[in-house]
């Protein structure tokens, strides 16, 4: 059974506005992370965050992080039509911090 | 080239056959994977391997068989191709980087049984 579930499952925003995406799990994990797929590749690692760290950023990438509530929110801000893909949360877990349990993704899509 | 190559990109087999697929690595990362991905599941691990002559089944193994007799190469097998395995199938490795792991991902194989 997959770890981490995405919502919204598909969002269209217009370009310039900024996305949310959010990710929750189901067990104690290490880290968790964000990747992004573009139609017909493989998927790439964006950003990750630590159990201990409650926000982080990466360029126009904010990852937050609430371990009490077992859910993650990814915003894009000030979007672009290049940004149009989906994206998935990864756990790990306390046992198996090499092993990525896939959440089913959230397609984005950036109306230029 | 540096990175993680899967070979054949595309393939069309009938039900019954067996068919191979191919993963090849350049970085010597210890652990690799083989995922399925199908609409409305996301991505689904299959196989994994933390080293040469070390495999373990992930969420969906039946049908399938991995090796790893060299740590860069991670062949999945298909022993009799049926229609429900058409999917496509990804495989990563991981590397340690920020004193985590990642994962890389190869760009897929395209897998249709008919």
């Known amino acids: 059974s997959q770890q981490g579930e995405e919502d919204p499952q598909a969002l269209s925003i217009q370009e310039g506005e900024n996305a949310t995406m959010n990710c929750s799990y189901k067990?104690?994990?290490?880290?968790l992370q964000w990747y992004r797929q573009n139609s017909g590749r493989g998927l790439v690692h964006l950003i990750l965050i630590r159990s201990n760290e409650r926000e982080k950023h990466s360029g126009r990438l904010r990852v937050t992080l609430d371990t009490s509530k077992k859910s993650s929110s990814l915003l894009i801000t000030a979007s672009r039509a290049a940004d149009t893909a989906s994206y998935f949360c990864?756990?790990?877990?306390?046992?198996?911090?090499?092993?990525?349990?896939f959440g089913s993704g959230t397609r984005l899509l950036v109306r230029p | 080239d540096a990175g993680i190559t899967q070979s054949p990109r595309y393939k069309i087999t009938e039900t019954g056959r067996q068919v191979t697929l191919m993963c090849h690595q350049t970085w010597s990362h210890s652990y690799m994977f083989w995922y399925r991905q199908d609409l409305g599941h996301g991505l689904r691990l299959i196989y994994y391997?933390?080293?040469?002559?070390?495999?373990d089944k992930g969420e969906v193994p039946d049908g399938y068989v991995v090796s790893r007799s060299k740590t860069e190469n991670f062949p999945l097998t298909l022993e009799s191709a049926t229609r429900s395995q058409t999917s496509v199938y990804f495989c990563?490795?991981?590397?340690?980087?920020?004193?985590?792991?990642?994962?890389?991902f190869g760009p897929g194989t395209r897998l249709t049984v008919t």
């Open positions: 990563a490795s991981t590397g340690w980087r920020d004193f985590s792991y990642e994962q890389y």
């Open positions: 391997s933390a080293a040469a002559d070390i495999t």
């Open positions: 990864a756990t790990d877990t306390e046992d198996s911090s090499y092993k990525l349990i």
């Open positions: 067990t104690s994990i290490n880290n």
